[in-house]
């Protein structure tokens, strides 16, 4: 199960670039569950980094990467708890 989301976000230098947050999975013997945390590629950044949500709150969340600004992983993280509410 792949269900990665691709999210157009405006850089800080007034670009644009589309994001793509892939979910990592485990499988759980009934089929592949979501963890919570995201890969996040885009062809011109491979590894912009990961962005985990906290299980329980998924308010809560930690961007590891140094490839995006925090208004930057902003525009990424609100489309993903919409789906993950």
Not at 11 to 35: C, H, L, N, R, Y
Not at 37 to 42: E, I, R
Not at 50 to 78: M, N, P, R, T
């Amino acid at each position: 199960m792949e269900n990665s989301l691709t999210v157009k976000i405006k850089k800080d230098d007034g670009s644009f670039i589309s994001i793509i947050a892939t979910p990592q999975v485990i499988d759980e013997g009934v089929g592949m569950v979501p963890i919570g945390v995201y890969d996040l590629t885009s062809n011109s950044l491979p590894d912009i980094g990961q962005l985990a949500f906290h299980i329980e709150d998924k308010h809560q969340w930690e961007y590891c990467g140094d490839k995006l600004s925090d208004d930057e992983i902003d525009q990424v993280v609100l489309p993903i708890q919409r789906i993950i509410a």
